[in-house]
């Protein structure tokens, strides 16, 4: 069993909701869950589509003892937990693209968004938040229109009967276990297995940079920071640390889950 769950019909936001119960002194590993969200989001202010009963909506609670630099990673780390339990479950080939997205077939199954409360000096007290959309029964119809080029789900990829209850327990439980390696044996060991599954590696990328400028040019993967590293067509390597990423052919159609 996984740890307490709240459990929600509707919610704006999973991951508003865990932060209140964090801030209100929930422990490590508690969960909030909803069957849809009205006001789900991605990174950079996006949103995230969360048709009733065809996904996994879900945030976790996680107290790390990690110091405040290194609470980025803990995106990359969701990502290779949720890839480990999907190729382990249904035997598929997962790939993630940075820094927080879950790709099966060249298309967009998952995406997590991390939020962290940093501001009190005791570890004890801070926290972040892990939120986890994942496509699991979504058909092809069943996405809008302008997605169905760029979305899949694991029962589209698979053909096969999914469960998304003990889907939901694995991929909860491999990600607090890679959370304690992470904290063990620090970030190298969980790049190591990120690198073997990078979408983005020796693809053609733009990048909106925060001042606004448009980079394009190779990804040579993240660095030991997980900083993206792009090198431009006059061999200067870039470091992204955040931003839009986007593939030049793949995510011309942009998936509006990113």
């Known amino acids: 069993m996984v740890a307490r769950q709240h459990k929600f019909y509707s919610l704006p936001s999973t991951n508003t909701q865990a932060f209140e119960l964090a801030e209100s002194g929930a422990p490590n590993g508690e969960i909030v869950r909803a ?41 990359m780390t969701a990502g290779l937990a949720i890839a480990k339990v999907i190729e382990r479950a249904y035997a598929l080939d997962v790939k993630l693209k ?4 879950i790709y099966l077939a060249e298309k ?8 962290a409360s940093l501001s009190d000096q ?4 801070r926290f972040a938040i892990i939120g986890v959309g994942l496509n699991v029964l979504t058909q092809e119809n069943e996405f809008p229109e302008d997605l169905r080029d ?3 789900s694991i029962v589209m990829e698979t053909g096969q009967p999914c469960d998304p209850e003990l889907l939901l327990e694995r991929i909860v439980r491999t990600i607090l276990n890679e959370i304690s390696i992470l904290e063990e044996e620090g970030f190298a060991a969980v790049l190591t297995e990120w690198k073997q599954r990078d979408f983005l590696k020796g693809k053609m990328l733009s990048w909106l940079s925060h001042s606004g400028e448009v980079i394009e040019g190779i990804s040579e993967g993240p660095d030991e920071h997980g ?32």
């Open 122 to 125: 005791a570890y004890s007290k």
């Open 227 to 258: 900083r993206l590293m792009v090198r431009d067509g006059n061999d200067v390597l870039h470091e992204v640390i955040s931003g839009d990423v986007t593939l030049e052919k793949v995510d011309k159609k942009r998936n509006s889950h990113s």
């Open 108 to 115: 967009k199954c998952g995406g997590i968004l991390c939020e």
């Open 150 to 152: 760029s979305a899949t």
């Open 35 to 75: 069957e849809t969200q009205t006001a789900g989001r991605g990174r950079l202010g996006k949103s995230w589509q969360s048709p009733p009963g065809k996904g996994l909506y879900f945030s976790i609670i996680v107290r790390p003892q990690l110091a405040t630099e290194d609470y980025p990673k803990l995106t």
């Open 98 to 101: 940075w820094p927080n997205d």
